[in-house]
């Protein structure tokens, strides 16, 4: 890869790292789209808590499956501030070394060493050299 090329990687991975360590903690705490029309039907306290009503959310459950990234937080961690930013960071730091996994995997490689003898040698077909002059004319 070139440098170029790795610097723009680097800032991608800092930004990331910003937006999801710091930035996170901004967001709305207000239910989402989902959670609204889950909701729906259903009377709602002032501490969020449903109260009364029918809706699909009174069947909710806790996790199944817990995890220690579970509800946008680390497991043990107190801190909700901190518990978010580093859920975040954690994400980011894994999805970006998935995805560089699979882009190492499915790479295009060059010449296997083998296959130098062939470098300097001609394609079949190519009567013509770089500079668009036929092959074996003087220029």
């Known amino acids: 890869m070139r440098k170029r090329s790795w610097g723009f990687v680097v800032g991608g991975l800092l930004v990331a790292l910003l937006l999801a360590g710091v930035v996170s903690n901004l967001a709305s705490s207000h239910p989402d789209g989902l959670d609204s029309s889950l909701r729906e039907g259903c009377t709602v306290d002032a501490e969020g808590e ?7 959310a009174q069947r909710e459950t806790e996790h199944e ?8 937080g680390v497991a043990g961690v107190d801190n909700d501030l901190l518990s978010t930013g580093l859920s975040g960071v954690v994400g980011v730091l894994l999805t970006f070394a998935l995805a560089g996994g699979v882009f190492w995997l499915v790479r295009r490689r060059g010449p296997e060493a083998g296959d ?6 001609t394609p079949p077909g190519d009567t013509a050299d770089r500079r668009g002059t036929p092959a074996g004319t003087a220029s």
């Open 65 to 72: 499956v817990g995890g220690p990234l579970a509800d946008y």
């Open 116 to 121: 130098s003898a062939d470098q300097g040698s």
């Open 50 to 56: 449903i109260s009364g009503g029918s809706c699909p």
